[in-house]
């Protein structure tokens, strides 16, 4: 069974304050892991798809970056507006496409 | 445009109640799917139609029943709500499951209270 770990599961930081959310994952074959953001009241709003292991994809002031066992999401001088929850999610090899999301790293950023 | 819309965005209802949740996705995709969101903001598959064929149907009370009348739509009907059934239920799309890495886009959410 597919498995996703985020941590930590709140980040307070400072407006340019830089740092990174992490995703650790268990997957049989795996066909993508996926960033999402949340804001509150709101639907995921996807940010990238990361496919195989050293692959990165940068997106303004958020970059993600992928090994075989775990995904990173830095996060270079926020601003309060990055403030959501983050959330990792993988694609499995026999998933049909469904996701298996994790917790979620819930973010504020203060100006 | 909105990519996937779900209707109603609020609903408060008593126990024992039936109640329908409806999802149009006008992205062209040809599969769609319910998602949960429980109190932990934990996001869980519930069922994933594609080309109204049902192909996920994961382990879910069957009080839920899906119906999907073409490849736009992916509706939800819940019988006898329960209190345990007060949620976020989200609806998503996507294209060709069998593609690697088909990006998955969600609705807005569809907050459910029984009370």
């Known amino acids: 069974e597919d498995q996703v770990t985020q941590s930590p599961e709140a980040l307070r930081l400072q407006e340019g304050e830089s740092s990174s959310l992490n995703c650790s994952y268990t997957?049989?074959?795996?066909?993508?892991l996926f960033w999402y953001r949340q804001d509150p009241g709101k639907g995921p709003e996807f940010l990238f798809t990361l496919y195989s292991a050293g692959e990165e994809k940068e997106k303004e002031r958020l970059k993600a970056t992928l090994t075989k066992k775990e995904s990173f999401l830095h996060i270079t001088a926020p601003k309060p507006e990055d403030s959501a929850t983050y959330l990792c999610?993988?694609?499995?090899?026999?998933?049909?496409?469904?996701?298996?999301f994790g917790q979620g790293t819930i973010l504020t950023v203060h100006p | 445009d909105t990519a996937v819309s779900q209707t109603p965005k609020y609903l408060v209802t008593q126990m024992g109640n039936d109640k329908s949740i409806k999802c149009e996705q006008n992205?062209?995709?040809?599969?769609m799917y319910w998602y949960k969101q429980d109190s932990k903001k934990f996001l869980k598959i519930m069922f994933s139609y594609n080309n109204k064929e049902l192909i996920i149907n994961e382990t879910v009370p069957n009080r839920f029943s899906p119906k999907s009348p073409d490849k736009a739509h992916l509706n939800l009907h819940i019988n006898s709500l329960e209190l345990g059934d007060s949620a976020v239920y989200f609806c998503?799309?996507?294209?060709?499951?069998?593609?690697?890495?088909?990006?998955?886009?969600f609705g807005e959410g569809s907050w459910l209270t029984v009370v």
């Open positions: 999610a993988v694609q499995g090899g026999t998933s049909y496409g469904k996701l298996t």
């Open positions: 997957v049989s074959g795996l066909r993508g």
């Open positions: 998503a799309s996507s294209g060709h499951r069998g593609s690697a890495g088909n990006t998955i886009y």
């Open positions: 992205l062209g995709h040809d599969t």
